[in-house]
């Protein structure tokens, strides 16, 4: 049976919180403290050249990080000029690879305001989340309905990286992606110039630093910045600077842009991190805020339901109960909601905004588990976890699955209030709220990714919602986390204070809202018995900025917890919640890069801590 004693529970309990104690406290400090490894050169740029890295020979590096059509006949460069050459090369070979390919960007913007105590806050914010395609020139198509498109977007393909001074720094989605290549069309010596700067070390890769300006007469638009290329292959890996030359009703932002090498020979781009804003005494620009830009999804079948033709799952029409007979009434509204339930699963997962089940999944459900144990639930099938790969904070519940955002993951500051966010679509399933069976009729799955949020939905009435919250805060009383949720409702104290400004990474796309008018409505009793909410106090960490818990990767969507070490608070300006901050991922070669076989084969130190106290659901 599922039974345990309480005291067994609790000593469980803080083996699993100190797993997640890892990446618990201080991720807020990403930015400033990760090193980016600067290596003082050791070379002078002649002498670079002529060796331009520790790599051997051409033959000895092919192995796992070059392309196979790259590695043919190519010596290694000699001079520098042949190292430019060849960056321009497989700069050109990355564009024509990833054309038919249509990767999902996601922009997440927070326009700033100074706070004197606490710095730039966010005063606002803007969500956009998209389909890129790279087949001709870069265009996008939105899962979020937009107003008064059409013109809009014909303007956004005019403006490249800008946002137009005429639409009072009207954001153009597209043009926070731009920065994926330095130059889509005229990346070459007849537009740019390039200037040999430096070797540095970006994580473990060894990196050729160049900067770029274009040539004088190259036109508009074109990029001015500094490349970070690798010196093995010669592709590039990070990108940095803005856009020369915006023409008068333009003006271009500055980006970060950063690739990451997660299949053989190619850097895909990953993350883009653009800022503006200029918070001295007297400054003059109005422009303020900061954008996190992410892709993945490049690994997805672009095309229609009849890709699924070659993807038919036999075991899904096999019966394997030894009595085969027709279902009880009870037993077929059972099988009715589970069909549903795989339904949306599957095409969230081909739409991108799902990951595949995963490790983050087994720490989930650990924490469910925990739920369930204590307080007696047997359910007749075991509740499965599942991440959404995108940044505003939502859950629901669709059948048994209890689906949780990475950005929620990501701001949550310990696993009391992890447990908190759990324990309230686990009430829904609890108590039957079963919303989605109409998703059990096949011909509702035909819809195209971009109609996802208007085709699938899984809002409860007011009366479910207050229902689940009285039921979950039930079980969390009954739970290992009953003296834990002081921090639970410190994280909905800091929610209420922060939700006013961030309407959009509050706005649900498929579950409830967490708030309603910039008012925390879920869970809110929590708050009552909660301490003060106190920026000042560094050692009160109520919720963490955006991106430093889940890592999700472009190629494939899985997702991972971030397992970085915790970086000290010294200021309240260095708690960040809910906010964006940039990009410094630990580049490594692909070779270096865990597989998903190799992170799968880490995690049973998660699941091990309840396998034994519960007989644990396998998928
Ligand atoms: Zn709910």
Redesign the pocket.
Same mark, same amino acid.
């Given at each position: 049976m599922r039974r345990v004693g309480r005291d067994v529970m609790s000593n469980r309990n803080w083996i699993i919180l100190a797993l997640l104690a890892v990446t618990m406290t201080a991720v807020a400090q990403q930015p400033a403290s990760a090193p980016q490894n600067p290596q003082p050169a050791t070379a002078a740029p002649g002498q670079t050249a002529a060796q331009p890295s520790a790599a051997p020979s051409g033959q000895a590096q092919s192995d796992q990080s070059q392309s196979p059509q790259a590695q043919a006949n190519l010596a290694p460069p000699t001079t520098m000029d042949q190292v430019v050459d060849r960056v321009i090369m497989r700069e050109k070979e990355l564009i024509k690879f990833l054309s038919p390919r249509t990767p999902i960007v996601e922009t997440y913007l927070q326009n700033l305001t100074q706070d004197p105590q606490l710095g730039p806050i966010p005063q606002d914010d803007h969500y956009f989340l998209g389909r890129m395609d790279l087949s001709d020139s870069i265009d996008r198509s939105d899962y979020l309905q937009e107003k008064g498109k059409g013109e809009g977007e014909g303007m956004e393909k005019r403006l490249l990286g800008g946002l137009t001074k005429k639409f009072k720094f009207q954001y153009q989605p597209l043009g926070f992606s731009w920065m994926i290549f330095a130059d889509r069309n005229d990346f070459d010596r007849q537009h740019y110039n390039f200037h040999y700067a430096r070797r540095e070390f970006l994580g473990d890769v060894r990196c050729l630093v160049f900067d770029l300006t274009p040539k004088k007469d190259a036109g508009h638009g074109r990029f001015l910045g500094r490349i970070w290329i690798e010196d093995q292959d010669f592709n590039i890996v990070r990108l940095n600077g803005t856009y020369a030359h915006a023409s008068r009703n333009s003006y271009y932002y500055h980006m970060d842009s950063w690739r990451l090498n997660l299949i053989p020979g190619y850097w895909v781009p990953a993350y883009i991190y653009s800022e503006e804003g200029d918070f001295t005494a007297g400054a003059k620009n109005k422009i303020a805020f900061k954008a996190q830009t992410r892709m993945w999804g490049y690994n997805l079948k672009a095309g229609t339901p009849n890709d699924e033709l070659t993807n038919i799952r036999v075991d899904s029409v096999k019966d394997d109960t030894p009595t085969a007979q027709d279902a009880t009434p009870l037993a077929a509204e059972r099988e009715w909601q589970q069909q549903a339930e795989d339904n949306v699963l599957e095409r969230l997962e081909r739409a991108g905004l799902l990951a595949p089940a995963g490790d983050v999944d087994k720490i989930l459900q650990t924490v469910v588990n925990n739920i369930e144990i204590t307080n007696n639930i047997e359910l007749p099938r075991p509740v499965r976890t599942r991440v959404l790969t995108t940044s505003p904070l939502e859950t629901?519940s669709v059948g048994n699955t209890i689906v949780v955002s990475r950005g929620l993951i990501d701001v949550l500051p310990d696993e009391g209030s992890l447990a908190m966010v759990l324990s /309230? @679509?686990l009430a /829904?399933i609890v108590l039957g709220h079963n919303l989605g069976s109409q998703f059990a009729f096949s011909d509702r799955m035909l819809f195209s990714d971009e109609g996802t949020y208007q085709n699938l939905g899984f809002k /409860?009435i007011p009366e @479910? @919602?207050a229902a689940?919250d009285k039921k979950a805060v039930e079980m969390l009383k009954a739970s290992p986390y009953a003296q834990k949720l002081d921090s639970a409702g410190l994280f909905i104290k800091a929610l209420q204070k922060r939700a006013p400004q961030l309407s959009a990474l509050l706005q649900a796309h498929l579950?409830?809202n967490i708030t309603e008018n910039g008012t925390v409505t879920?869970m809110a009793q929590l708050a009552n018995s909660a301490p003060a909410l106190d920026w000042n106090k560094l050692d009160q960490i109520a919720a963490l900025p955006l991106g430093g818990r889940v890592k999700l990767n472009p190629w494939d969507d899985r997702v991972e917890i971030v397992k970085a070490q915790p970086v000290a608070i010294t200021s309240a300006r260095d708690k960040m919640p809910f906010e964006v901050t940039p990009f410094f991922p630990r580049l490594s070669r692909y070779s270096a890069v865990s597989t998903p076989a190799a992170t799968t084969a880490a995690a049973p130190t998660a699941t091990a801590t309840t396998a034994d106290a519960n007989p644990a659901p396998t998928n």
């Open positions: 629901f /309230h @679509e /829904h /409860h @479910e @919602e689940a579950g409830n879920r």
